[in-house]
């Protein structure tokens, strides 16, 4: 069942301080976001895709066409896959983030909202495990439950084992014929 929401307009109020361990509260970190929406994600994923690549290309390495071999190289190469993790985040909270409480600059002044800043704030390594677990988790659960095929975010799709068994042999001739009349 597809389960749509009215609310798409209204921003989200993400409150840091409100984190419950494992995750270290923020005080007074509080973020005003954009919904995800399709054009957001779509975004985030080519931003995740194109780290990736370069990833691939400083560390040398040509990613196969082969699924399964592609999947040995991400596992053997989990920096790979992280840096594609980390643009997805990025890139959907600079597409999202409007507004934001608590950010301050060297000045102790207020920051604006910007694309630099965005980018600096998630420098901060539990303003990043917030945003992470706050507004793109639940973006990626939405994605995954419009699409049940899609595939994890860990790409252990792609390494999964398939299900079911190999057929038996096959038989050394044709299938006997079945009476016609």
Same mark, same amino acid.
């Given at each position: 069942m597809l389960k749509i929401s009215t #609310?798409? &307009? #209204?921003?989200? !109020?993400? *409150?840091a301080s409100k984190l419950e361990p494992p995750f270290r509260p923020i005080p007074?970190? !509080? !973020?005003?976001? /954009?919904?995800?929406?399709?054009?957001? @994600?779509?975004?985030?994923?080519?931003?995740?895709? &194109?780290?990736?690549?370069?990833?691939l290309e400083v560390a040398g390495i040509v990613m196969p066409s082969d699924p399964a071999a592609a999947g040995k190289i991400l596992a053997d190469h989990p920096q790979i896959q992280a840096a594609g993790e980390e643009a997805f985040t990025v890139a959907l909270a600079v597409a999202g983030i409007v507004a934001? *409480?608590? !950010? @301050?600059?060297? *000045?102790? /002044?207020?920051? /604006?909202v910007t694309p630099e800043n965005i980018r600096a704030v998630l420098q901060n390594q539990a303003a990043f495990d917030f945003l992470d677990r706050m507004y793109v988790g639940p973006a990626l659960a939405q994605d995954e439950e419009k699409n049940a095929s899609s595939p994890s975010r860990s790409t252990t799709s792609r390494r999964a084992r398939p299900t079911a068994k190999a057929a038996g042999k096959r038989a050394a001739g044709p299938a006997p014929s079945a009476p016609t009349s």
């Open positions: #609310e798409a &307009s #209204e921003p989200m !109020v993400l *409150d007074g970190f !509080v !973020v005003h976001a /954009k919904r995800p929406n399709p054009a957001m @994600i779509l975004t985030a994923r080519a931003a995740a895709r &194109s780290a990736r690549q370069r990833a934001w *409480d608590g !950010v @301050i600059g060297p *000045d102790n /002044k207020p920051l /604006k």
